[in-house]
């Protein structure tokens, strides 16, 4: 057995040394700075109390670093994962009940379960179903029902909603209780953040800092504004004031926790743990894959299905909930110089210290605060542009990219990813059953074929030829058939087909019964069927059926060796007539 296949640590942890270790401990002091903020503020949009954020970022990171394949992935809460767990795990019980947290901790084990099966049987692709229109867009409505639902935190207002409709209903309703310090706090959090992440590494560059160390410091930036708020609202007593902070945090390591084992809850909470772990996955392999290919190194996703699904097992049994790879802490990972997985060790350790020693120092943060946070770092993630690149692309793939919007906005996250993934795949069916097939020609003084349509190209009137552009499966088998009829009904002259399969890498079983029943068609209206260009694979098939043997014409090995063949195959049926020459009788098209 291969144990560094499924135990990357042996491969890297070779190589470990001195200098790798210090670019590692780090990154994970800075990563440690970014995650703890967000760590707490993810929690609570989860419906979680904020430790919970803080337990989730420990033992995960650790058997990630065994078990994950990339080396500057950093895993833990992220926003969208977050949003997800409270959808779901409210149907079970009110947020913040111990119903729910129990809900919460099952759908980690049951994230986790999935991943690691579908890494054990290589099922990565899988993924594949979830396609980028559909990812993108359920990215940027999660994006933007993630921001509206902070603002009753930034208003200090009751609201509630897993949709667009419920949560603006529902601030709508008590927009007349804002409290007026928790909005200045708010809105000067909000301001700062935004500011840091485009004006504040500019500001120091110009006080003579290296780019890169100014860079790191601007991502430190929420860290700056947790300490602000938190200082003013000692001062000022503004938890007398209506101001909610986050409150006493337990000082302690995650606790050990077991999922409930109860079939009917694990029922009920199935299909929001897979979509859970797809979407997790697709946007660790996605981020984890453009990282490494800056480094020129390369990301197992097989081996990332077993990574995140150890990880999130790992988050079940310590008091957490799931985790997958997120995308700004990962890029600070990468820019801060992470070297290997051991840098999300680091991290999960100095975090481990901060739950231990320094969770006191956080009681009096305002929640408003956190909400800032959240607000800033989703909306980086809601792109209006992709869907008007997508429009001028391609019509279908911006359907599926509207649709993924609009059910998620206004039915909330599992029915919109839900009708993106059957809406795409509904898409892909109708264009696999309708296969882009050309009537072809030869360019003049060329051994090329193109589209008549396209380009001016010798044809002859006696012989039909016919490129296809997709492989033959039994979706577009009939049409094939249908299309080919109907091309010999409108020319009577056709004595001849010739079907150019160069793009054509699979012949199913539906496939050769319609090609069959093609060819004696033609042999009973007297019109031969050939073969050109047959790939190798293909032709291995064939050769185990009956087809060549009742093939009515022959196989060639390229196009222009089959019209140059057939033209004389024609003109020989002719002798007794006065010989045709294709190119004068019918000229250029």
């Known amino acids: 057995m291969n144990f560094t296949r499924y135990f990357p640590i042996l491969i890297w942890g070779k190589a470990y040394n001195n200098r790798i270790f210090v670019n590692d401990a780090v990154a994970a002091i800075i990563v440690t700075i970014m995650l703890i903020p967000q760590s707490l503020a993810y929690a609570m949009l989860a419906g979680l109390p904020p430790e919970i954020g803080l337990y989730a970022s420990i033992l995960p990171l650790l058997i990630y670093a065994i078990f994950g394949s990339s080396r500057t992935l950093a895993v833990g809460p992220v926003a969208v994962v977050s949003l997800m767990t409270l959808t779901a795990a409210s149907a079970i019980a009110p947020p913040g009940s111990a119903e729910f947290i129990a809900a919460a901790l099952v759908l980690a084990f049951l994230s986790g379960i999935i991943l690691l099966s579908m890494g054990i049987l290589k099922l990565g692709f899988l993924a594949n179903l979830l396609s980028h229109p559909v990812v993108s867009g359920f990215i ?41 310090p928790t909005f200045l706090i708010g809105i000067f959090a909000t301001a700062f953040l935004f500011w840091v992440r485009k004006g504040l590494k500019p500001l120091l560059m110009r006080f003579g800092m290296p780019e890169h160390i100014a860079e790191l410091v601007a991502k430190a930036g929420p860290i700056a504004a947790v300490a602000v708020s938190t200082m003013a609202t000692i001062i000022f007593s503004l938890e007398e004031k209506g101001v909610k902070i986050v409150g006493d945090i337990p000082q302690s390591l995650p606790p050990f926790s077991v999922p409930l084992m109860n079939v009917e809850l694990w029922q009920q909470l199935a299909v929001p743990a897979l979509l859970i772990s797809v979407i997790g996955f697709v946007e660790s392999v996605s981020v984890g894959q453009t990282l490494a290919a800056k480094r020129r190194q390369r990301i197992d996703p097989d081996q990332e299905l077993i990574g995140l699904g150890a990880a999130n097992i790992s988050a079940a049994f310590s008091g957490g909930y799931p985790v997958t790879g997120g995308f700004a802490r990962s890029v600070v990972n990468f820019d801060a110089g992470a070297q290997t997985p051991a840098a999300g060790a680091f991290t999960a350790i100095f975090i481990a210290i901060a739950a231990l020693f320094f969770t006191p120092l956080l009681a009096s943060l305002p929640i408003a605060t956190l909400a800032a946070t959240i607000i800033v770092a989703v909306l980086s993630l809601v792109d209006l542009k992709t869907p008007a690149a997508i429009w001028k692309y391609s019509k279908m793939d911006f359907a599926a990219i509207a649709a993924t919007i609009g059910v998620t906005l206004i039915a909330g996250v599992e029915p919109g990813v839900i009708s993106g993934v059957l809406l795409s795949l509904a898409l892909f069916l109708w264009r696999s059953s309708r296969p882009h097939a050309a009537i072809i020609g030869r360019v003049p003084e060329t051994q090329h074929f193109r589209n008549i349509e396209r380009h001016k190209v010798f044809t002859d009137p006696r012989i039909l030829n016919i490129r296809i552009d997709e492989s033959l499966t039994y979706l577009n088998a009939r049409w094939l058939e249908e299309f080919i009829l109907e091309q010999i009904a409108d020319n009577i002259l056709v004595r001849h087909v010739i079907l150019m399969c160069s793009a ?50 022959n196989i060639y090995l390229s196009q222009n060796e089959a019209f140059d063949a057939v033209i004389a195959i024609a003109n020989r049926q002719k002798e007794a007539e006065t010989p045709f020459d294709p190119y004068h009788a019918r000229g250029v098209i």
């Open 140 to 180: 940027t409505a999660s994006g933007i029902i993630i921001a509206t639902s902070q603002l009753k935190s930034i208003f200090g207002i009751k609201a509630n909603g897993e949709n667009m409709p419920a949560l603006i209903s529902s601030m709508a309703e008590n927009i007349g209780s804002i409290n007026y």
């Open 504 to 553: 054509v890498n699979a012949i199913d079983a539906s496939a050769l019964e319609s090609i069959e029943a093609i060819n004696h068609r033609m042999i009973d209206a007297d019109i031969k069927l050939h073969l050109s260009e047959v790939k190798g694979p293909v032709m291995d098939r064939l050769q185990k059926s009956h087809f060549i043997e009742q093939l009515g014409g």
